[in-house]
Nanobody, 120 residues
Framework: QVQLVESGGGLVQAGGSLRLSCVASGSIFSIYPMGWYRQAPGKQRELVARITSGGSTNYADSVKGRFTISRDNAKNMVYLQMNSLKPEDTAVYYC??????????????WGQGTQVTVSS
């Protein structure tokens, strides 16, 4: 059974930084793309960043230049470094394991989420 556990959320002032972590267990971590998603109240869950097994990354336009996704395959960890945080970044952040079919990615496992709140 695959398990994903996020940590690192919290309350931070606008302009501040947080680093989210996600530890994976129960499968071969290194071969899967991993994603960070977020869901704000009343909004749909959205992709924030994705990192492939080869280390390629992509980001939502709203976070480009501010957030960085990385992974440590030896530790089964994926991280999201969030800098220059804005109140609109406030959301529950989820880690996901992803699969790729043709050019489409989908998430097959999710963590429980970690709350990030950015005050103005």
């Amino acid at each position: 059974q695959v398990q994903l556990v996020e940590s690192g959320g919290g309350l931070v002032q606008a302009g501040g930084s947080l680093r989210l972590s996600c530890v994976a267990s129960g499968s071969i971590f290194s071969i899967y793309p991993m994603g960070w998603y977020r869901q704000a109240p009343g909004k749909q869950r959205e992709l924030v960043a994705r990192i492939t097994s080869g280390g390629s990354t992509n980001y939502a336009d709203s976070v480009k230049g501010r957030f960085t996704i990385s992974r440590d395959n030896a530790k089964n960890m994926v991280y999201l470094q969030m800098n220059s945080l804005k109140p609109e970044d406030t959301a529950v952040y989820y880690c996901s394991r992803e699969r790729r079919i043709s050019d489409t990615y989908y998430s097959d496992y999710w963590g429980q989420g970690t709350q990030v709140t950015v005050s103005s």
